[in-house]
Nanobody, 126 residues
Framework: VQLQASGGGLVQAGGSLRLSCAAS????????MGWFRQAPGKEREFVAG????????HYADSVKGRFTISRDNAKNTVLPQMNSLKPEDTAVYYC????????????????????WGQGTQVTVSS
C-alpha cells in the first residue's frame, strides 16, 4: 500500500490550498481515510477524516468551517480543501489509511491507522 500526498506549499494567511492523497493497493472508498498534521515541536494531531460508510466526514475543531475533505473514487484519491488558512495551520500534513470498520471514537487517533503517506509541507505566512 502506498499513499502519495501532494499539494503543499507556501501561501499567505487567508489563502487556500488543496491537498491530494493518491492511494495504491488500498481502495479509499472502503477505508477510513484521515489527515493529520505535525508542527515543529508539537505532537501529530488529527485534522480531518472521511469514513467508509456513507463517506461521512469529521473535522478537528480548529479547522471546522475552513477545511473540507472529499473523495474521488474513480481516481482513488482523497482531497482535502483548506480555506482561510492561518499561520497556525503551518505543519507537515500526512494522509493515512485505516480499516473501513474504524469506529468514530477511534477516528481521531493515529495509532488506529495502518498506512501513512510521506507528508507534505504547508506553510502559511502572516
Amino acid at each position: 500500500v502506498q499513499l502519495q500526498a501532494s499539494g503543499g506549499g507556501l501561501v499567505q494567511a487567508g489563502g487556500s490550498l488543496r491537498l491530494s492523497c493518491a492511494a495504491s493497493g488500498r481502495t479509499v472508498s472502503r477505508s477510513t481515510m484521515g489527515w493529520f498534521r505535525q508542527a515543529p515541536g508539537k505532537e501529530r494531531e488529527f485534522v480531518a477524516g472521511i469514513r467508509r460508510n456513507g463517506g461521512d466526514t469529521h473535522y478537528a475543531d480548529s479547522v471546522k468551517g475552513r477545511f473540507t475533505i472529499s473523495r474521488d473514487n474513480a481516481k482513488n484519491t482523497v482531497l482535502p480543501q483548506m480555506n482561510s488558512l492561518k499561520p497556525e495551520d503551518t505543519a507537515v500534513y500526512y494522509c493515512a489509511a485505516g480499516p473501513g470498520s474504524l469506529i468514530l471514537s477511534s477516528l481521531w487517533r493515529s495509532i488506529y491507522y495502518d498506512y501513512w503517506g510521506q507528508g507534505t509541507q504547508v506553510t502559511v505566512s502572516s
